[in-house]
């Protein structure tokens, strides 16, 4: 099987993972979860979002105090903290809490969009256009770019303009996410071929979800087309918060063990990434959800 040299990991945890936990986690817990991501090799990970959306920014009040915390912790490191952003306003929100890197949200979905925010693809990129100006890292994250939780239509077609439309613009990378866990893995290659035949693949990555667990399968699937760029949350926590029964992003954990086993390299020390999913399910009280981590705990529980 060909697959690329090294796995770059995204860690969205503290934005995908939080977003719609049963509780607000105090600030020095997040912190001291997100310092643990750090040390597990971690070179990319996104803090929190920006919105204007209660049901997504509820989390991410303290994102301000955390950033600072993180960006002390990070000095020296190589590391990139990123927001997620969705319109203009946010944008400014994040360069004001000294954000350099963000993550800017356009649903690929008409559907999808208006449900998560009341706001088209068009005007998404209108806004877009504008932060731009901003002198910013910006990355974008086409949601539902896989399927449409909602029956909204997203065609190959329609996902290829987008990307040729925010290409033009700059962004230093797309990322296509499958919200809902709806993609199967022919639906990704047959995607990503023609992306391929269009657009720098090393630009592209993926956000893949576990709902109809199809996640993993679909991340090797990307990988045997050249996208070695995956976004993984530790613990394999997270969902959307306006889609039913929605899950997790697949576990970095998990992403990490497979990759490793099939040769590949990468930046995150995969021993310390399962002991950072166990402390932080302890620390806030959440379930262990991810392979890797389970196996770990009932190992210690059996001893």
């Known amino acids: 099987m060909k697959l690329p040299e090294k796995l770059y990991v995204a860690e969205n945890c503290p934005r995908e993972g939080w977003q719609k936990y049963k509780c607000f986690i105090p600030t020095e817990s997040k912190i001291r979860i997100i310092k643990s991501m750090v040390d597990y090799g971690a070179k990319d990970i996104e803090l929190g979002i920006f919105s204007a959306s209660p049901k997504l920014n509820w989390q991410f009040t303290d994102l301000p105090e955390v950033a600072e915390a993180m960006r002390d912790y990070t000095q020296d490191k190589n590391v ?12 400014l929100q994040a360069r004001d809490a000294g954000f350099e890197y963000l993550h800017f949200f356009v649903s690929a979905s008409e559907k999808f969009g208006d449900v998560i925010a009341g706001k088209t693809y068009m005007y998404s990129i209108h ?50 996410a499958d919200s809902g866990g709806l993609c199967a893995p022919a639906h990704l290659y ?40 995956i976004d993984g949350a530790l613990g394999a926590m997270g969902g959307c918060p306006f ?33 950072a999913s166990l402390t932080m399910c302890e620390l806030i009280d959440a379930p262990i959800i991810s392979s890797m981590a389970g196996i770990r705990h009932s190992a210690a529980a059996n001893k």
């Not at 990139?80 to 952003?85: F, K």
């Not at 770019?145 to 962004?171: K, Q, S």
């Not at 995607?191 to 956000?207: A, F, T």
């Open 80 to 91: 990139a903290l990123s927001a997620q952003v969705d319109d203009y306003d946010t944008c």
């Open 127 to 176: 806004e877009l256009e504008k932060a731009m100006g901003l002198g910013l890292n910006v990355s974008i994250g086409f949601g539902a770019a896989l399927g449409c939780p909602f029956g909204g239509e997203v065609t190959d077609e329609h996902v290829l303009e987008l990307i040729r439309i925010v290409d033009g613009l700059g962004v230093q990378r797309v990322s296509l």
């Open 243 to 275: 889609i039913p029964g929605a899950k997790g992003n697949i576990a970095t954990e998990d992403l990490v063990n497979m990759c490793v086993s099939m040769g590949m390299k990468c930046d995150i020390d995969l021993d310390k990434a399962i002991d």
């Open 190 to 229: 047959d995607l990503l071929i023609k992306v391929g035949e269009h657009y720098d693949i090393n630009k592209v990555g993926v956000h893949l979800h576990q709902t109809r667990g199809m996640g993993l399968a679909n991340a090797v699937t990307a990988l045997q087309l050249g996208v070695n760029h």
